[in-house]
């Protein structure tokens, strides 16, 4: 299993950070390949130069790959299993940004369907190295319960 | 400029199938690698066996990636700018599974604060081979007005 | 099937400017990656700065795979069958530079041994941002004919 | 320098075999990722299924970049400079395929604009593990001469 | 700063499990385009079906990568600091092999030179899913001190 | 088989220097997503940028993984197979790095458990463009014998 907290170990209002990460030329290039998305604004230079963002930006969605990978390098959960986001873009990503999520416990229950699990709602900002919030949103994830907590049966 | 329809040629109600993409191994090896995303879900098979998966599963936001790769690939609109997304995960992707995007336009309106751009919200269901969906959502995207529709000053 | 022309709706003269890509170190790790040949041109900056290059280029090849990349990209044709290539390398390809590839069909006839296809020849010339042509050549190349018009059994 | 012959050594009529690759699909999707070429052919299963080649096939030009890069490993030639390709795809290069090359000097001569280099031209086939010529075609290097043979000034 | 320990919270004997990785083709592939190391016995499967391994192993330097890698994954240490490694291959790593590291600390004492780190030596065994040691050897790292056990200035 | 030497052309002292590889970011994106080593030292340009080095350094073992592919690319030794590495960190390596390994045999003797193999043991720095050691060490590897040397049965 993963380093990281159960369920029962978590409560609304916690924050965490996260590690960052400096995004590169080749984070572009190698998102591309795997989501099949070459757009000009994040693969032609000449044209990007040419639009408001004054240069080539990364995919929106790698902003968000990132965010992920970033709270789970955190290790502030145990293995999750993700259940939705909800996500706003607001600034561009550009190329030697580093970022870093921001991550609010908002919501903590134990999952009625699968109570081994509980299902933790949190509000999470991907930060920019000037402080800027550069996407926003909330997401939504089932995270297992402390096996004590379990054994009396009884939910949190 | 990407091959694609404008704003103005788009309408409430339509349409569009995506091309498809088989899901590999390899696929969930790089987006590991640019998402920082090593969970024992995704990268370890004997763990995976013992989960309710029975086996290793991509990424859930690399369906979400490739949703939005293999909507460039449709060229249905020229070169957007994202605005969010709201998605939420109903069904593993398992290595092999081929998947292809439905997206429907729910809603379209000329941008106020930009004006010769459009809003475009859609509703796009991410669908496996066996025509189960297993992610699905709402995406909002701006979409360059044709150039001509704007010489009058009016919004469509 | 990929969006693009079909065979019949192609003729001689024809011409498609494609999208554009910049090519960036991470092109030429991942390319070197792919091909299996890692040649000091292409590698080592110390070496690359004694040769009458002045720095590293890329892979002359890797400039025709991004050209028929960028044809793909550029949704001219449905889904075709490549045939053959004949191509010359004319200047090196540096890092940064912005390519485009110009298509001029020079030749569309029916094919004989697969009556559903057509044959498509066009001169291709590899453009960087200085308007200077890198690499030019021919290819060849099979494209599926509009249904309707096999259907009564005439070759267009 | 790259292990290797001086074009001073070869003689036309030389026969080389190269090492072997065996193609993977992480090859098909890391060749994608550069070239930026996403059709269904190479990355569909399902659509692949139903064409006349009953499943996914490699990009043909991947083929060509094996080539060049075993040339490469075969460590024939000293750095060189590449010329020209003139090539034709013959069979489908499939998931699981073996290649080598097998590469034939058919024309050297000392080259009139680089007098320390060389023109080799060379007669190449791509063979898979069931020894079918897959892919067959010309290339022309430029090879650095032996610095001895250079000294008198004489061309060979 | 990564999750894990502060030197001063690590004793002799201390034992530790890492996360898991199942090695992939994509794995080999990823390797030799980075490392540059395209040997038969990685990438070419009719060659390495006649060795006595009877089919394409995996570079015996990934799985010293690879184990390292499982050793951040394990949140054991606070950002090191590589000081050496003396390491054994075994057995072959195949493509499928499910890898873990255990890591058991055989020495830790204060820098010397740098007095605000502890040099921590570690045995560790890369182990397959059969319960074999695959690679083994010994790991020297440096690790911060806790900014608390500095301040007296007296070494632990 | 690779090029390169057998075992019985081999002798303490043959001292070989390998190609080069200048290191860029590609190569630590792409490195960390094979080994799953997202650690900030490589990966965040701010954090990296307070500490000792000033920027962010390559992982250590991706000098290993360099030294062990330049080692092949010199085209040295027949395929090989790898014993054991006893490898120290003297400096780190920074992007725009250039490398080469200088390898010198320093024992040589036949194998008593497969005669038909010898056994190399070498010592080998990896220097930078400024002529610094950066990491050095040993090297054990088994090297196929030649075959006539083998059929008298004698062993060198």
Do not use: C
């Not at 916690?14 to 990460?21: E, F, N």
């Not at 795997?34 to 230079?45: E, K, R, W």
């Not at 959960?77 to 909800?86: E, P, R």
Request: charged share 20%; glycine share 10%; proline share 4%.
């Amino acid at each position: 299993m993963l380093p990281g907290s159960y369920f029962d170990d978590l409560k609304v209002g916690d924050v965490k950070l996260t590690p960052r990460v400096t995004v590169t030329e080749g984070h572009i290039l190698a998102y591309a390949g795997v989501a099949g998305d070459f757009s000009p604004i994040h693969m032609d230079a000449v044209y990007a130069q040419t639009t408001e963002f004054g240069g080539r930006i990364a995919h929106g969605l790698m902003g968000l790959s990132l965010t992920d990978g970033l709270k789970v390098q955190s290790a502030t959960f145990k293995d999750g299993i993700a259940l939705s986001w909800s996500w706003v873009f607001k600034q561009p990503i550009r190329i030697g940004d580093t970022l870093q999520a921001r991550i609010r416990i908002t919501e903590a229950r134990v999952s009625k369907s699968m109570p081994h699990m509980g299902v933790v709602v949190m509000a999470i900002d991907l930060v920019n190295q000037h402080d800027q919030i550069v996407q926003t949103g909330e997401h939504g994830l089932m995270v297992p319960r402390r096996p004590e907590a379990l054994e009396g049966g009884a939910s949190a």
